[in-house]
């Protein structure tokens, strides 16, 4: 497993590897764009050929794009849909051009509407974006079921997965908060296996392609997004262990979402904790 965190490109794309090392990272997440704007970045060659040889001297093996929270590819409004769709054309040609191995993205949210139908536009509007881009795989994240967001469920991912039409550009990102959070009880290896087994029937072997690593700071079934610091939360210690040294994951990227002591993002001794409890884990399952 390649644990590492989400970091600010913020200065220059190689900025985001450098963060990364600081942090002790064998991955790394950024988001390819201001989060809070439509207005894409556009990058400069030099930058990507920056991004690229800044890696390649680094510990850092993977790098993952997270889409900005705006897109709704769901949207029953077609203008929220055209952003949407052309927001994340940007974001795969970006993670082709530096080479990332996925775009994570919340599938998308039905509000008040029909879930049905919204699954069928969301299914649509990423279709369009994996035709109008080229390479890079795109990750439908799971979510902790909060309103109308799609995706808490493996059965409503696998239903995505559908409407988006299959293929091998298309995978799936387990985020540990949002798996308890929608109900799925991961906090013993035991229980684990079970999740990771429904995961495996309902979306295909290999599908789960990339891991956010978040504790949660609320309990089993509550459906709110709110992440906790590793062992902070209702995940602990143990369950993040579970989670980080769980068989089938081991050959996954996993990064770190946590708010840090200040808010400012998980710092290194949290990614440090993050590799000392997946070898805990590991030992404790051997
Ligand atoms: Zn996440
Ligand atoms: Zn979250």
């Known amino acids: 497993m390649l644990i590492g965190a989400h970091v600010s490109p ?33 990058y400069r060659n030099e930058d990507v050929a920056a991004f690229r040889e800044a890696m390649a ?30 927001s994340l054309t940007h974001s795969l040609r970006v993670g082709h051009a530096i080479g990332a191995s996925g775009v994570v993205l919340h599938p998308g949210s039905a509000k008040t509407g029909h879930v049905g139908d919204a699954i069928t536009r969301a299914g649509g509007t990423i279709a369009e974006a994996l035709a109008e881009s080229e390479g890079c795989e795109l990750h439908l994240e799971n979510t902790a079921g909060a309103g109308g967001t799609l995706g808490r469920s493996f059965d409503e991912l696998a239903a995505l997965l559908d409407a988006a039409g299959g293929g091998k550009r298309l995978g799936v990102c387990l985020d540990s908060c949002h798996l308890l959070a929608s109900g799925y ?19 295909g072997r290999g599908t789960v392609r990339s891991l956010h690593l978040n504790d949660s700071q609320t309990p089993l079934g509550s459906n709110r997004d709110r992440h906790a610091n590793i062992g902070k939360g209702e995940l602990g210690r143990k369950g993040c262990a579970a989670f980080l040294s769980a068989p089938s994951l081991q050959k996954l990227p996993c990064v770190l979402e946590t708010p840090g002591e200040n808010r400012e993002g998980p710092p290194r001794k949290e990614v440090l904790l993050a590799k000392r409890l997946r070898k805990q884990g590991l030992d404790a399952r051997s």
């Open 10 to 42: 913020a200065g220059g794309l190689p900025k985001a590897i450098e963060r990364g090392v600081e942090r002790g990272c064998e991955a790394i997440q950024i988001f390819n764009q201001s989060p809070r704007m439509w207005k894409p970045t556009t």
């Open 57 to 86: 001297d680094s510990p850092i093996e993977a790098v993952v794009i997270h889409a900005v929270y705006l897109l709704n590819c769901a949207s029953d409004d077609a203008e929220i849909r055209a952003k949407s769709l052309a």
């Open 185 to 203: 009880d991961i906090r013993t290896p035991e229980k684990l296996k079970g999740v990771l087994s429904e995961s495996t029937r309902k979306l």
